[in-house]
């Protein structure tokens, strides 16, 4: 049977029981000769490997900035494009899925963006080897919604997740989410919305609007094409 993360405690903090339920299926996809390039050249000066038990983003950078983490970026569009115009922050981009993370460092290549690093390996067991409140944003968008009854302990979006997103926060730091799947909306705002350490910034405790400095992802775009609605959350660490 698997193993269900248990809620926060009053302190927000949730154990860390080992896990047997992943938020995502892995998917090997094809890569093209570009990305199998991307993969052999530039994985060493962008990649971030699991080695040791923290990650030091100081050293990881170089340098101390205002840091932004987004999770599962797809083929990274969007994170470039956040990248590429605030040239003096950082971002940690983090995906299972290689021919995105190859598609993303090509891109990053051809844009000479130096402010960006990658990490390919679960989402969870990298949070938890960050030190706490190291982080200014935390970028979820559009994760998968499992949308059947029997898979949903397989969303990402679980209390035990959402106190470790708020322990990596610094105080005024926001986590940012945003699908296009009514019910999986629903669902995050009642999770996030029972962590003593996150405060729903908007004024009626709902929705927020669309951030400008979200660009748009091709998965929303396509979205769009089909008519789905899309909600957006912001909760800010207090």
């Known amino acids: 049977m698997p193993r269900v993360t248990p809620p926060p405690d009053e302190t927000g903090t949730a154990p860390r029981p080992p896990r047997t339920v992943r938020s995502f299926v892995p998917r090997a996809g094809r890569m093209t000769r570009a990305q199998q390039r991307a993969w052999q050249d530039l994985w060493p000066s962008l990649g971030v490997e699991m080695t040791g ?106 209390d035990g997740f959402v106190a470790l997103v708020a322990s990596g926060l610094r105080n005024g730091g926001v986590f940012r989410l945003a ?35 979200r660009p748009p992802t091709r998965f929303e775009l396509r979205g769009q094409r089909l008519g789905h609605a899309v909600w957006d959350l912001a909760y800010r660490r207090i």
Not at 112 to 124: E, G, K, M, T, Y
């Open 53 to 158: 038990s923290t990650f030091d983003l100081d050293a990881i950078f170089g340098r101390s900035a205002r840091r932004t983490v987004e999770i599962g970026f797809g083929n990274g569009e969007a994170l470039l494009s956040l990248a590429a115009s605030r040239p003096a922050e950082d971002f940690l981009g983090i995906e299972v899925h290689r021919p995105g993370v190859g598609h993303l460092m090509l891109r990053c290549e051809e844009l000479a963006v130096l402010n960006l690093r990658i990490v390919s390996h679960d989402a969870v067991d990298v949070l938890e080897r960050l030190t706490p409140a190291c982080l200014d944003e935390v970028l979820l968008y559009f994760p998968d919604p499992w949308p059947k009854k029997r898979h949903h302990k397989r969303r990402i979006v679980q």
């Open 179 to 213: 699908t296009d799947w009514q019910p999986y909306a629903d669902w995050m705002l009642e999770t996030l919305g029972r962590c003593p350490l996150l405060r729903n910034e908007s004024p009626d405790g709902a929705w927020s609007p669309r951030p400008a400095s």
